[in-house]
C-alpha cells in the first residue's frame, strides 16, 4: 500500500521561507508525474507547482519566482521550497504522486494528508 507523508509545515512570518517534503513508501513500481497543491479556507484546491519525469517544472502565476518544486527520485520525494511568503499562501498544502504501485497495475493519483502552513505575523 502507498503512502504520501508530508512535513514541514508551521507558523511563518510574512517574507520568510519554509520547505516542504513529501515522502511516498510503500510498493512502488515506477512515479510519474510529483505535484503540490493548497486548498485554503472557503476555496478550491489549486496546483502550485508541478515536475514531470523528465523535471519539467510548472508553476501557478501567484507563486513564479517564489516557490520551487524539487524532487529526489531515489527517495521518492518531492520538496516545495517556498520563499518570500505571503499571508495570501496560507493553506494546507497537499502532495500529489502519479504512479505505478506495481508492475502491470494501472497508474493512478496518490494524495498526501496535507500540511498546514500558516503565514502570519
Known amino acids: 500500500q502507498v503512502q504520501l507523508v508530508e512535513s514541514g509545515g508551521g507558523l511563518v512570518q510574512p517574507g520568510g521561507s519554509r520547505r516542504l517534503s513529501c515522502a511516498a513508501s510503500?510498493?512502488?513500481?515506477?512515479?510519474?508525474?510529483m505535484a503540490w497543491y493548497r486548498q485554503a479556507p472557503g476555496k478550491q484546491r489549486e496546483l502550485v507547482a508541478a515536475?514531470?519525469?523528465?523535471?519539467?517544472?510548472n508553476y501557478a502565476d501567484s507563486v513564479k519566482g517564489r516557490f520551487t518544486i524539487s524532487k529526489d527520485t531515489a527517495k521518492n520525494t518531492a520538496y516545495l521550497q517556498m520563499n518570500s511568503l505571503k499571508p495570501e499562501d496560507t493553506a494546507v498544502y497537499y502532495c500529489?504522486?502519479?504512479?505505478?504501485?506495481?508492475?502491470?497495475?494501472?497508474?493512478?493519483?496518490?494524495w498526501g494528508q496535507g500540511t498546514q502552513v500558516t503565514v502570519s505575523s
Open positions: 515536475i514531470t519525469t523528465g523535471s519539467t517544472t
Open positions: 510503500g510498493t512502488i513500481f515506477s512515479i510519474f508525474d
Open positions: 500529489n504522486m502519479r504512479l505505478r504501485p506495481r508492475f502491470g497495475v494501472p497508474i493512478r493519483d496518490y
